[in-house]
């Protein structure tokens, strides 16, 4: 059994190709992704373990995406210090069978190897499931019912555990729809349509009242509605009840002046004024006068008798009959002194005609005016979740991973779209910092768990049987150097997240850069006379910075240090210099190095990042982020630049005021 390794890890490599061979497997090493490609993909191989992060322009998870593209089932099993969800799906989506993240024990490899290759050449299994008479076999898609075939679409074979579930409802729903044992047997279906036709419309009622934008539509419709019936009672008010009033006092006022008129004169004058009304013409249709006797028998007037029950000196409704027909008057009917009864009314049946009109007028208007509420609150409602549903579709989105979707802002500006954009600004901070986050991790993964892995193989290695007294004394030394450089590794993230916490702000206080240049010059001197480089000191001025003392000398170390690892050779001068520009000051340290290309230097100041040709020199890549986080700290900046030859590095600051 041939076995191909691409790792770029000697140390790594190592420990895993002993352990292969010990196990009876040939294994061919390639340290870069171009050789470990043209390999994977020119010849045959029982299975191929890869490395992600490969130096050169070749990746492993490109060497695993050719594999597949030329067609070879190759077991791949990808060994990374990545360890995060997203990059070990995004390694399996890419065409890898198994992923193994480091630090790593090798039993644990060698027993995923033995799977992949008895994975290669197994056969998948049947699966069928069963409920009553109903049969599903999911592999080759197909369903029967007493041994009858039954036409299902392909989404519902896509999740065979939910298809279980999804029968053993059904079931329960048609027996809870009161259907009978022979209706469940015949026609489920039937059964769970009447169910689910009920449950959606609960569903969506309980949808609809649980929506904010609905009840608010509805809360200005009820508004609505109540201010139509506030103005409906004043406008009744306003007619009939005034109409009425009015006929009131108008029959009083006549009745006192009949009764004034019998008190003054007699029977006959109070005949003669009843008749004369009745004949002037006006109200004729309407008007009510009439004397009876004691007995109730008529005198005169058109009133044909008066009902025994009727109240005196009060103003009542009543049927009567009125020239011969039968009316419905307001009658005021009042004893003489005489014995007598004088009677004044009037018809209503032109003033209930009204009431009839003005009440169907009101009802038509207030119909109208809840139709319009209704229709209103559900315009305002579709207008509300318009702008809702592209708030939470970009939400959905964002949720699904998709951190670039933005909620679309129109042309109109509005509290939506300014809220839209306050939102899109929030989203934009926070995709940099998940970037920020997710670069960091994956940095992290594989800087902390590459020497991890590589100390734990030094250590299981001679642990094996047969190490002799001086391996195990290198092994421990190794270790601990290793250990150690973890540990200035983590001082370096502290101290990046002190920076990056912006604690120590209140502390700051204006600080002569020139001092800090001194400082910092005289430490690396002998260092730099020891490599033969020459540090030259400008300082232009009295350049002055609001900050700590500490911080921006660390920050200076930190560039003079680049300066002399990676662009400092002997016969070269590395410049250190400060300088003031307006409101601003600036540290500036220029070596005469082979410099930053131009696409590279945006990536240098992230965590853990290195270029290539600086991955043989001591390091960690956390040296410019440390830069960069003291600069942000003092609301500052760090910018790099060519200096053909050379990179000058400049710290830009705030100049302190006096």
């Not at 509805?218 to 007619?239: E, K, N, P, Q």
């Not at 028998?297 to 008066?306: D, E, P, T, Y």
């Not at 419905?328 to 009204?354: A, F, I, K, W, Y």
């Not at 100390?455 to 049987?465: A, M």
């Amino acid at each position: 059994m041939q076995c191909l390794l691409i790792e770029d890890d000697a140390d790594t490599a190592r420990y895993i190709s002993n352990g292969l061979k010990e196990a009876g497997v040939g294994v061919v090493w390639c340290r870069n992704g171009v050789d470990g490609l043209h390999l994977a993909t020119s010849e045959r191989w029982d299975v191929v373990i890869l490395d992600r992060m490969l130096p050169g322009d070749v990746e492993g998870l490109s060497i695993v995406q050719a594999i597949r593209t030329l067609g070879k089932t190759t077991p791949v099993l990808i060994l990374s210090a990545l360890a995060s969800l997203d990059e070990r799906v995004r390694g399996l989506h890419r065409g890898g069978d198994d992923y193994l993240t480091k630090p790593f024990a090798f039993s644990e490899l060698l027993a995923r190897v033995h799977a992949l290759l008895r994975r290669s050449g197994m056969k998948e299994d049947v699966s069928e499931l069963q409920i009553a008479d109903l049969k599903l076999d999911l592999r080759r898609r197909r369903a029967e019912r007493a041994n009858r075939p039954i036409a299902l679409q392909p989404r519902a074979f896509r999740r065979s555990g939910t298809i279980t579930l999804i029968l053993k409802r059904m079931q329960s729903m048609c027996r809870s729809a009161d259907c009978d044992k022979r209706s469940i047997r015949t026609s489920l279906r039937r059964c769970c349509i009447r169910y689910a036709a009920s449950a959606t419309c609960c569903a969506s009622m309980a949808r609809l009242l649980g929506s904010v934008a609905f009840r608010l539509a509805l809360g200005y419709g009820v508004l609505v509605v109540a201010t139509m019936a506030v103005i409906s009672a004043a406008l009744y008010f306003g007619t009939v009840v005034v109409i009425d009033r009015g006929i009131d006092a108008k029959l009083s006022k006549i009745s006192e002046q009949l009764i004034d008129r019998f008190e003054t004169g007699d029977v006959q004058t109070l005949q003669r004024r009843i008749q004369q009304l009745l004949s002037d013409g006006i109200d004729q249709e309407t008007e009510v006068y009439s004397l009876l006797d004691a007995n109730g028998r008529n005198i005169v007037g058109n009133l044909s008798a008066l009902s025994p029950r009727t109240p005196f000196d009060r103003l009542t409704d009543q049927m009567i009959v009125r020239d011969g027909q039968p009316s419905t008057s307001r009658l005021l009917p009042h004893r003489l002194s005489n014995g007598d009864v004088l009677v004044v009314g009037r018809d209503l049946h032109d003033v209930r005609e009204m009431e009839q009109l003005v009440v169907r007028a009101l009802l038509v208007g207030g119909v109208i005016a809840l139709l319009l509420a209704v229709g209103g609150a559900a315009l305002v409602r579709r207008q509300l979740e318009h702008r809702m549903a592209a708030i939470r579709h970009t939400a959905l989105e964002i949720e699904a991973g998709d951190l670039s979707r933005r909620i679309p802002l129109p042309d109109a500006d509005d509290e939506f779209t300014r809220l839209n954009r306050d939102i899109n600004r929030m989203l934009d901070r926070i995709q940099r910092l998940m970037e920020g986050v997710r670069d960091v991790s994956n940095a992290i993964a594989h800087d902390l768990r590459t020497p991890l892995g590589r100390i734990r193989s030094r250590l299981d290695e001679v642990l094996r049987p047969g190490a002799t007294t001086e391996q195990l004394r290198e092994a421990a030394g190794t270790s601990i150097r290793g250990i150690d450089e973890l540990i200035v590794i983590f001082d370096k993230l502290l101290q990046i997240a002190e920076a990056e916490s912006a604690t120590r702000r209140q502390c700051f206080q204006p600080v002569a850069l020139k001092d800090i240049i001194r400082d910092v010059v005289e430490l690396y001197d002998a260092t730099a006379e020891e490599n033969g480089v020459l540090i030259a000191v400008d300082v232009v001025g009295e350049p002055t910075a609001l900050g700590d003392k500490d911080l921006l000398a660390s920050a200076t170390a930190n560039l003079v240090d680049n300066a002399l690892k990676y662009g400092g050779s002997a016969a070269t001068t590395v410049r250190v210099g400060a300088r003031e520009d307006g409101e601003t000051v600036s540290i500036v340290v220029q070596d005469e190095g082979p410099g930053i290309a131009l696409e590279e230097r945006a990536k240098v100041v992230a965590r853990f990042y290195r270029l290539d040709r600086s991955r043989s020199l001591p390091g960690n890549g956390l040296g410019l982020a440390i830069v960069t986080a003291i600069s942000h700290l003092h609301s500052g900046s760090l910018s790099l630049e060519d200096a053909a030859p050379g990179l000058i590095a400049r710290i830009v600051l705030p100049r302190a005021t006096a």
